[in-house]
């Protein structure tokens, strides 16, 4: 038998409330078998009905009080008599924060949390700014969007069109804007909030499962080094090329240990080559002259540059020791430009 929650928010939640929502999910091991109530109170104040005995009620971003034994998280934790030492201390910068690190053993580890309560730090206290820098046009367009949605379906159905979003930074906005129409009356803040969470939801989930991917791949990478040049050669993969490049580059191990690196879709029969350096497009041209060289009847078509990602068609001629060729080539060319210079 699944357990029952109760989470109490403050009225007009904010973004912090949402990731508070969506890391409570997380610590407690929330499953699809628990039931999980949602209840918005007074600015500060606690939830104060009956429950029933089997429920555990948690707070967040409201109550005055920040202690994890007692599940409650809120930041602005100055009404925390029992412990004066914690009221006079610098409080979290956001709930989500202070429910990060009552949490060490689940979130320490885990990159995406970490970058998802460094932005709710920032947009807690700013969030006022960013929602009157919103561009008009995106904004209009996006609650044209939300009011062709039929309300009255199940929050994870109509979910479908912000169901891939890229970054935590657009559900920040798709969260604000979600608000504005509930400050218009056309949305109750519970169906705001859990829009932003299922959006929160899915990003996390397809981003953690890519993530384990990537560094599988990565793990299973052939690192070359040739005249200082160091040339990572990746297994073959469906993976979207330019996702691999934004992986190593916002992952120090991978970016300090990288200079060009190889990717093989057999199934699209394409190849990706990318350089990590900043003069990317001088060595991305390079290596276009490089692989032409090898093969002097490549058309354009064969070949084209996209988002810093040097596509290359896989045919007769163009295989994967050609490219690997090509590509070793490149560090016996940068060792002769640095030793002419
Ligand atoms: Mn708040």
């Given at each position: 038998m699944g357990k029952k929650y109760l989470i109490a928010l403050h009225r007009g939640p904010d973004f912090d409330c949402v990731t508070c929502r969506f890391m409570i999910e997380l610590a407690y091991n929330i499953g699809p078998e628990d039931e999980v109530q949602v209840v918005f109170v007074e600015h500060g104040k606690m939830y104060e009905s009956p429950v029933s005995e089997d429920t555990t009620v948690i707070h967040a971003d409201t109550g005055g009080i920040l202690d994890p034994m007692q599940n409650c998280f809120d930041h602005h934790n100055s009404g925390n008599l029992l412990d004066e030492e914690i009221s006079g201390r610098d409080c979290d910068p956001s709930s989500a924060n202070a429910i990060f690190n009552a949490f060490p053993n689940r979130f320490r580890h885990d990159q995406l949390i970490q970058a998802l309560v460094n932005l709710t730090n920032r947009v807690d206290s700013g969030h006022r700014e960013q929602r009157e820098n919103q561009d008009q046009d995106t904004r209009n367009e996006l609650i044209t969007k939300i009011r062709s949605i039929n309300i009255k379906r199940r929050t994870k159905f109509w979910l479908s069109e912000f169901q891939d979003p890229k970054e935590p930074r657009h559900i920040v906005t798709m969260f604000y804007q979600l608000m504005n129409l509930f400050w218009a009356g056309k949305l109750s803040e519970l169906q705001a909030l859990d829009m932003a969470v299922a959006a929160l939801e899915a990003w996390y989930f397809t981003n953690s499962t890519l993530q384990h991917k990537l560094e599988t791949l990565m793990s299973d990478a052939e690192l070359v080094e040739n005249n200082g040049l160091r040339i990572m050669i990746l297994p073959d993969s469906d993976l979207w090329p330019k996702m691999i490049r934004y992986h190593i580059r916002s992952t120090r191990r991978w970016r300090d240990m990288v200079d060009v690196w190889v990717t093989h879709n057999p199934k699209e029969k394409k190849f990706g080559i990318t350089c990590m350096s900043e003069d990317l497009e001088h060595d991305l041209k390079k290596i276009c002259r490089l692989i032409k060289g090898v093969?002097?009847?490549?058309t354009e078509d064969d070949m084209h540059l996209e988002s810093f990602v040097l596509y290359v068609n896989e045919t007769k001629k163009i295989t994967p020791s050609l490219i690997r060729q090509a590509v070793l080539e490149l560090g016996k060319k940068a060792r002769l430009k640095a030793g002419n210079e």
């Open positions: 093969d002097p009847n490549l």
